[in-house]
């Protein structure tokens, strides 16, 4: 997914939807020096990730995060979009 979401938050959401606007954060709002890609790995080498959509990314630290199934939106504005409803 493209933020981060504040665990503890989300209780407060359901009641306070407008709360969600300061507990899911944009990952580019707190990391500054990298950048996060999601998408699945089809060849990792030393230097570089070669991607299922043909992107090759070199790298100088590579964090595999391998996540897990779940059925929250991908995107912050379909999660805000939920808290709403």
Known sequence: KDYYEVPW???R???????AQRSLIEHK??????????????????REVVTSGGR???Y???VIA???PNTFPTT???RLQ????
């Open 9 to 11: 938050a989300a209780l």
């Open 13 to 19: 959401c359901m009641v306070e939807p407008a709360f």
């Open 29 to 46: 709002h707190y990391l500054t020096n990298g950048r996060v890609v999601t998408s699945t790995a089809v060849n990792v080498s030393e």
């Open 56 to 58: 090759c990314i070199p």
């Open 60 to 62: 100088d630290y590579l």
């Open 66 to 68: 391998t996540g897990h």
């Open 76 to 78: 912050r504005s379909e």
């Open 82 to 85: 939920e808290f709403q409803e």
